[in-house]
């Protein structure tokens, strides 16, 4: 990756150790990561913030995911945003009827490095 | 010699036929109060007009005399209980009990009145009729409580039919109301000689009361109707034979009709007894098949309460999974960052625990997943993700890479066929690719399991003509008899005894994949020769995943390629 400004990442994630294990290894990859622990400061973060590419959990206190990441579109906010969720997470946006518009990975499924190599193919 | 008078022809009938139709009613009905009333009510009538044939035939005064009690105390009781009967009917016995009760002391004074001659005096011809009364003094208030009682009956009977909006009893009311009005009306004119001197031309009309109140048992359930409809047919048809055989002019004619009339007395016996039991095995149809229902309703909620129970279970597990899994993703997930450098790279002791760690939290997660993905499936939320361009040979590979290092420690092989045919190591199909490595993967992980020498095979080719890919797993292990054969995909965790070996996860795993290549239209199937003789597995799964071949849900990403920056 040519050494020209580092993209940026948020992280949208309740779960401390998850959180922080990202944003190791997006740091050790050379991105910049900031981190929100609920949907609300994900949307004020999305918002002050400008990131490139947004990583979120589905099911979050206050404002969830889904509701969250329907409001940052609405702010016109190009981010594209994955959820990084379970199973229960991905039943849940089948329920909700929004499953077809926003991409996610199962947690359990991929190893951090897949969802690396998932932001890297989505920021190149 | 027998010819008999209208008059006394139509007075045997009326007791005659009160006489039946009360004791039929009792008998074939369903021995309710209503019925009981109906029977004490019909033996009165019965007994009235049998004292009033016995009167009006009599042709000495001592008899007669003797009949002339049986016909006042007859006619007294009647109305009583006719208001006994009404009230049963409206079910208002208790709410009307007192005016029962002064109605019933009245009748009761009027029987004590009618053994002194202050009621009557005597019996003498009058009218051409052999006998008839000669009233005392005090025989006025026979006909006045008559009166009385009748009118109570009619206003009761007025007032309940005025104020229900139940269709069906105004209408019992309406032919109850006749049946008072003919049969009351007609019987008053019995006092119409020694209080008016008037011929009591209204008896014939007594008869209609059993017109009506049949009526009403037969259209409008007063009573049993079907037993009632045979009765009243029958007995018609005896009264009329009676009545040509009490008319009957010359003795030939009598044996005749008497012969006649004794046959058909036996067939109708025959005939009420067999509808009798027809409605007895209805009625007991009926109360089995209200027992079933019942049996039906309550079996149904211990279901229903089973489901629930079934569904809480569930979702316990669910819960229990997703709590295991967390934190065991978060061991891996610090294991890869430690592994993979980001925080400096590791010594080599420190790698290889690491690397121990990470298989471990691996391995548990897969079992969770197995797991989870079971009970799922029991749900109903069958969560397969297809999605076209899934490489199925580097997912086999991956799992063959992934537990090369189990065969080596079990010292066998794991052999992963290079691919002959064009296109096998590109072909992409559609499905759901983290189930699919799993189905594959807990096929070849068990073929491990259950081979101590040799090892296994692993071949993928394509089958243009099904246009699917097929996936065969040949061990050289132990092998299994040919009729267990399809046994090994059944849910044994829904059966097995040994719960708590598969709460970790384990021999669930074929079922599971099972599961999922039913899911994704796919086959699955093992080949064995027997005993000691190894196993194949062979898994069948199309390329392009038919049209609405099947309701998964899509979780289809809408992929769109201007979104990146």
Known sequence: MPKKASKKILIVEDDKDFASILKMKFESEGFCVVLAKDGQEGIDMADSEKPDLIFSDMLLPRVNGIDMAKTIREAKNKAEIIFLTNLEGASYAKESGQSEKFEYLIKSDVRISDIVSKAKEKLA | ?565
């Open chain 2, 1 to 565: 010699m027998i010819a008999l008078t209208f008059f006394q022809v139509s007075a045997l009938l009326t007791s005659f036929i009160g006489l039946f139709l009360g004791i039929f009613v009792y008998i074939a009905g369903d021995r309710t109060k209503l019925s009981r009333s109906w029977f004490f009510l019909s033996i009165m009538v019965c007994l009235w007009s049998a004292g009033l044939f016995g009167v009006v035939y009599s042709t000495n005064q001592q008899t007669a005399w003797l009949w002339q009690y049986v016909l006042d105390i007859g006619g007294i009781c009647i109305p009583v209980l006719f208001l006994n009967f009404l009230l049963h009917l409206m079910k208002k016995e208790k709410k009307l009990f007192y005016l029962q009760m002064v109605c019933l002391v009245a009748g009761a004074s009027l029987i004590a009145l009618n053994f002194t001659d202050l009621f009557k005096t005597g019996v003498s011809p009058k009218f051409g009729i052999n006998f008839w009364i000669d009233p005392g003094k005090l025989y006025v208030l026979f006909p006045l409580y008559f009166a009385a009682v009748v009118f109570v009956c009619v206003y009761v009977t007025v007032k309940d039919y005025l104020a229900t909006s139940d269709a069906n009893y105004k209408r019992q009311l309406l032919y109850v109301l006749l049946a008072q009005i003919f049969g009351f009306g007609g019987g008053m004119t019995d006092f119409f000689p020694q209080v008016f001197n008037i011929y009591p031309f209204g008896n014939y009309f007594v008869i209609l009361y059993v017109i009506f109140i049949s009526y009403a048992a037969l259209r409008h359930h007063l009573f049993n109707a079907k037993v009632i409809a045979t009765e009243l047919l029958t007995f018609a048809i005896w009264a009329f034979l009676m009545a040509r055989t009490l008319l009957s002019t010359s003795i030939d004619e009598l044996l005749l009709n008497g012969a006649i009339l004794f046959a058909i007395i036996i067939a109708g016996v025959l005939l009420i007894g067999s509808v009798l039991r027809e409605v007895k095995q209805k009625e007991q149809i009926e109360k089995m098949a209200k027992d079933l229902e019942r049996a039906y309703a309550v079996e149904k909620r211990a279901n229903e309460e089973l489901q629930n129970l079934d569904k809480t279970k569930n979702q316990f597990l669910l819960q229990t999974q997703h709590d295991l899994r967390s934190p065991l993703s978060t061991i891996r997930g610090y294991c890869d960052l430690l592994l993979s450098g980001t925080l400096g790279k590791q010594p080599k002791k420190t790698a290889e625990v690491l690397e121990r760690i990470e298989a471990v939290a691996e391995d548990k997660i897969r079992d969770v997943n197995n797991f989870l993905d079971v009970t799922q499936f029991r749900l109903g939320k069958g969560a397969v993700n297809l999605k076209p361009g899934v490489k199925i040979f580097s997912i086999i590979s991956g799992i063959a890479k992934t537990l090369e290092p189990k065969c080596k420690e079990k010292g066998i092989y794991l052999k992963l066929a290079k691919p002959v045919q064009d296109g096998v190591s590109t072909i992409e199909i559609t499905a759901d690719k983290e189930k699919i490595k799993s189905a594959i993967f807990n096929v070849v992980d068990n073929a491990i399991k259950y081979t101590e020498n040799g090892g296994v095979n692993v071949d993928l080719f394509i089958d243009n003509q099904k246009g699917s890919v097929v996936i065969e797993i040949q061990d050289t292990g132990i092998g299994i008899e040919k009729d267990k054969v399809s046994s090994l995909f059944e849910d044994k965790f829904e059966r097995s005894h040994e719960a708590q070996k598969m709460a970790s996860g384990k021999g669930i795993g074929l079922y599971l994949s099972a599961q999922i290549v039913k899911y994704h239209n796919g086959k699955i199937f093992a080949e064995s020769e027997g005993q000691g003789k190894g196993t194949k597995f062979v898994i069948e799964l199309p390329i392009i995943q038919p049209q609405n071949g099947h309701d998964n849900l899509k979780l289809a990403s809408v992929e769109k390629p201007g979104s990146a920056l």
